[in-house]
C-alpha cells in the first residue's frame, strides 16, 4: 500500500480530529480586521516582563498549525532549557486566503500588502518595535517587512530565501561569482524538475482548486508531496512527521476549503516579486539558517547583495523547519535576537 493510500485510510479509521482541536484550542486565537480583512492568529505571550515581540509567518502547504511546537519554546524558554532573558510574545497570523483568515476579494494581496497588514496588526496589539521571521511565503513577508517597515522592524530572520528574490545585476553591480553562477544553474534546474506545483499555482489556480476542493485523497496527495520531497526524511515521510500533524495541517485546508485562496498567492507573488533596483537593500538585521534540503539555496553572497546579513547559520537537519525541527531553529532564533533586544 502506497504511503498516500495508507494515509487516506488513516483519515477515514483512526484519525482524531477533536483530539487534534483540542491541542489546537490549548492555545490563545483571536480574529482582527486588519486592513478590512479578518485575520486570524495566536498570541503566545512570553513569559518575562519585557519579552520581544516576535510575528511568525508560515507558507504553502503550511498553516498556522505549522508554527505550533515552536511557539511554547519561545514564548518560555526557561522550561526548555533556554535562558529566560530570551523570551518572546508570539504572535502566529494565517495568512490571508489560508486558515481562518478571511479570503481576498481584490487582487493585490502580495508579500508586501501583507507586510502592510501585519505591521497594522503588530500596532493594534501594541508593539511599537518587533522581530519577524518566517519560511517559505513567510521568507517573503519577512523580507517585505524589514524592507518597508524598518522604522518597527529589529530584526528578520529566515529559513529559506524567497524565490522571487532577484538582486540587481545591472551596471555597478559586482560580477557574480562562480558559487552564484553555479546556484542560478542549480535553481533553472530545480525549477525544471520541482518547479510544476508553483507554476500551476501561479497561472491556473482556480482550475487546481475545483479538483482539490472535490477530494480529500487528491488534497492529501498535493500536500503530502512536498511535504516528502522537501523534508529530509529518504523517502519516508513519517521520518519527519507523523500522520496526525500531516492530517491536521491538511485537515485545515479541507475544512476551509481554501487550496484554491492559498494557491492565488503565487499568482500575486509574480505581479509583485521581491526585486531589487540599484542601491536597494533591506537594512535591517538579518539571520539566515541554512536547512541541508532547502533547494535550491544561494551562497552567503548571493544574500548579502540585498540583505544585512548578520548571522549566518548551518542546521544539521530540516525542512518545515518550525514543525520538523522546533528545537534547533528556537535555539538559532534566540542566538539571532539576542543582540537586538
Known sequence: MGVRHELVRYW????????????????????????????????????????????ITHGWPGSFVELLKIAPLLSDPARYDGDARDAFDVV????????FSDRPRERGMHPFRIADLWAELMAELGYQRFGAQG?????????????AHADAVVGIHLNDLP???????????????GAEQDFLQERERWLQTEGGYGQIQRIKPQTLADGLNDSPAGLAAWIVEKFRAWSDCNGDVERRFTKDELLTN????????????????????????????????????????????EAPMPPREWVERCYNLQRWAELPRGHFAAMGEPELLAQDLRAFFRPLR
Open 135 to 147: 519560511g517559505d511565503w513567510g521568507s517573503s513577508v519577512a523580507t517585505c517587512l524589514g524592507f
Open 250 to 293: 491538511i485537515a485545515i485546508y479541507w475544512f476551509t476549503e481554501t487550496i484554491g485562496s492559498s494557491a492565488r498567492l503565487y499568482d500575486e507573488g509574480r505581479q509583485r516579486p521581491l526585486q531589487f533596483g540599484h542601491g536597494e537593500r533591506i537594512q535591517v538585521p538579518c539571520g539566515l539558517a541554512r536547512l541541508p534540503k
Open 92 to 99: 502566529i497570523p494565517s495568512l490571508p486566503g489560508y486558515g
Open 163 to 177: 524565490g522571487s528574490y532577484a538582486p540587481y545585476l545591472g551596471p555597478g553591480a559586482r560580477e557574480l561569482s
Open 12 to 55: 477515514q479509521e483512526h484519525f482524531d480530529w477533536r483530539a487534534q482541536e483540542r491541542a489546537i484550542n490549548a492555545f490563545a486565537h483571536f480574529r482582527a480586521t486588519v486592513g478590512g480583512l479578518g485575520i486570524h492568529f495566536i498570541h503566545q505571550r512570553g513569559t518575562e516582563p519585557a519579552p520581544l515581540p516576535l510575528i
